[in-house]
T-cell receptor, first 116, second 110 residues
Framework: SQTIHQWPATLVQPVGSPLSLECTVE??????LYWYRQAAGRGLQLLFY??????ISSEVPQNLSASRPQDRQFILSSKKLLLSDSGFYLC???????????????FGPGTRLTVT | KNEVEQSPQNLTAQEGEFITINCSYS?????LHWLQQHPGGGIVSLFM???GKKKHGRLIATINIQEKHSSLHITASHPRDSAVYIC????????????FGQGTRLTINP
């Protein structure tokens, strides 16, 4: 079965400090991977997605970047955190269901980031 | 206006009540997901619908593609059903991304 891991689970960082959140997937190969953010009181927002190693698409301009150094590893980074970067960050992977344009999405446990 | 709108935003009910959460969308979709987010933040996929109706235990999800509307029903609600329920649609155009509703916070009191 497939499993998705994220760490750390919680993180408190000062403004201006760097960030690195890691996501790994087990039990599948060449998955489509996604980073989402859920700000307090708001819905999920897609930040980045990746269809393969080194292939990153950004959905919104922001203070964050993403990298995919290995097939099942997806990293979310920032050089200098802003207060507005606080939120709940979720990694997800996509499982195609064999129907055109239809897939399931599975979410990791999330990382709660507080920027102080 | 958001592409995906959920109602109500908050819902409080007594144990045993029949619950309905609604989702309307304004774009062409290939599928719709209902997700459950527990207080700790973890998200679980409940249903993925392309048409018609699906049932898992006490949960029922329906979708009307023509009316661009979906409902999630919970029968014989229980306090453990308390969570945020999120509707997400898979958009046909572009990168086939999921667009999420704001979520409905459900509280079931014993």
């Amino acid at each position: 079965s497939q499993t998705i891991h994220q760490w750390p689970a919680t993180l408190v960082q000062p403004v201006g400090s760097p960030l690195s959140l890691e996501c790994t997937v087990e039990g599948t190969s060449n998955p489509n991977l996604y980073w989402y953010r859920q700000a307090a009181g708001r819905g999920l927002q897609l930040l980045f997605y990746s269809v393969g190693i080194g292939q990153i698409s950004s959905e919104v301009p922001q203070n964050l970047s993403a990298s995919r150094p290995q097939d099942r590893q997806f990293i979310l980074s920032s050089k200098k955190l802003l207060l507005s970067d606080s939120g709940f960050y979720l990694c997800a992977w996509r499982k195609n269901l064999g129907l055109a344009g239809v897939y399931e999405q599975y979410f990791g446990p999330g990382t709660r980031l507080t920027v102080t | 206006k958001n592409e995906v709108e959920q109602s109500p935003q908050n819902l409080t009910a007594q144990e045993g009540e029949f619950i309905t959460i609604n989702c309307s969308y304004s774009v062409g979709i290939s599928a719709l997901h209902w997700l459950q987010q527990h207080p700790g933040g973890g998200i679980v996929s409940l249903f993925m619908l392309s048409s018609g109706k699906k049932k898992h235990g006490r949960l029922i999800a329906t979708i009307n593609i023509q009316e661009k509307h979906s409902s999630l029903h919970i029968t014989a609600s229980h306090p453990r059903d308390s969570a945020v329920y999120i509707c997400a649609v898979l958009i046909i155009q572009g990168a086939q991304k999921l667009v999420f509703g704001q979520g409905t916070r459900l509280t079931i009191n014993p």
